[in-house]
């Protein structure tokens, strides 16, 4: 039974102008939803390559997509190499690419993955397991002002200052209720109906420790230079930072093309109603020209 729920996939669909036997590349794979949505409305014979830099997400979900056969590729690469991935695997100029550049449920899901402040796990962050730096690392070993730097340019955390010295002076933190101890010294425990007092700080590290914000700089720009002509390109966040560089990038793009959203795309109620993780998503849509 597939339970997972992708975000504003009635709009992807409609701003990739999805065609039957079009080329498509979802470089964020996740728990696969848009992908078998894109698989379904190419049918017969259009072809889906799909990227995650976590190995776990492919492996969890590729038995469940074997009947799309050859017209599915999964192949395990961080988006922003995507020129390098689509040409090796026959995916040049594609009619279309998305990205949902949101943390999947299933990492926030999973503790040993030490994403969220709401699970006690070890304090990893790293999307991909192999790359060597890790959340621990950072505050551990990294002064207070390069951490305060990083909470405030990451998570936009106001009190950044006396977090930083507060995650000093707590050392050594090794596990997520280390950290959000640190955070509540300063800035008290939850309060009903606010956002948790440590989202911000979870969000600047996991940032940091992926370097979500440089690969998306890239992927865009390299994004804009595979597509064919008139081809597409959608871009889901959930957060600010990231919503203004795709909003400035399709507003000053490196490649002649138009921005399709005049004004950023967000969920109706009844889609927050089912699936409450499209509340903060935000949708902008590009075409080259």
Same mark, same amino acid.
């Given at each position: 039974?597939?339970?997972?729920? %992708?975000?504003?996939? /009635?709009?992807v669909m409609r701003f990739l102008a999805v065609q039957p036997g079009g080329h498509y590349i979802d470089a964020t794979f996740g728990a696969g939803g848009h992908?078998? $949505?894109? !698989?379904? +409305?190419?049918?017969?014979?259009?072809?889906? !390559?799909?990227?995650?830099?976590?190995?776990?997400? =492919? $492996?969890? /979900?590729? %038995?469940?997509?074997q009947s799309f056969g050859s017209r599915l590729v999964l192949a395990r690469a961080n988006f922003r190499d995507i020129t390098s991935v689509a040409e090796a695997h026959g995916f040049a100029a594609p009619d &279309?690419?998305?990205? @949902?550049?949101?943390?999947?449920?299933?990492?926030? @899901?999973?503790? /040993?993955?030490g994403f969220s402040f709401m699970r006690e796990g070890p304090l990893d962050m790293r999307m991909d397991v192999d790359q060597p730096q890790t959340a621990a690392d950072v505050v551990n070993t990294f002064s207070e002002k390069e951490i305060a730097?990083?909470?405030?340019?990451? &998570?936009?955390?106001?009190?950044?200052?006396? =977090?930083?010295?507060?995650?000093?002076?707590? +050392? %050594? !933190?090794?596990?997520?209720t280390d950290l959000v101890r640190a955070v509540e010294r300063v800035l008290g425990g939850r309060r009903f109906g606010k956002i948790h007092p440590a989202t911000r700080t979870f969000q600047a590290l996991r940032i940091f420790v992926n370097d979500e914000l440089g690969s998306l700089q890239s992927f865009l720009?390299?994004?804009?230079?595979?597509?064919?002509?008139? &081809?597409?390109?959608?871009?889901?966040?959930?957060?600010s930072l990231e919503d203004r560089i795709v909003k400035n990038k399709?507003?000053?793009?490196? =490649?002649?093309?138009?921005?399709?959203?005049?004004?950023? =795309?967000?969920?109706?109620?009844?889609?927050i109603h089912r699936n409450p993780r499209a509340r903060s998503a935000k949708l902008r849509a590009w075409e080259k020209s």
């Open positions: 039974m597939h339970t997972h729920i %992708p975000v504003l996939v /009635e709009e992908t078998r $949505e894109l !698989l379904s +409305r190419t049918s017969p014979d259009g072809r889906v !390559l799909a990227l995650d830099r976590d190995e776990s997400a =492919i $492996e969890a /979900e590729r %038995p469940g997509l &279309g690419i998305l990205a @949902d550049i949101g943390v999947s449920s299933m990492m926030l @899901d999973d503790s /040993e993955r730097n990083i909470l405030f340019s990451f &998570g936009e955390e106001r009190r950044s200052r006396p =977090i930083a010295s507060s995650i000093v002076r707590s +050392r %050594p !933190l090794t596990r997520t720009d390299s994004s804009m230079a595979a597509l064919r002509p008139r &081809g597409r390109l959608v871009i889901i966040s959930f957060h399709f507003r000053s793009p490196s =490649i002649p093309g138009v921005a399709l959203t005049k004004k950023v =795309i967000v969920a109706a109620e009844e889609e």
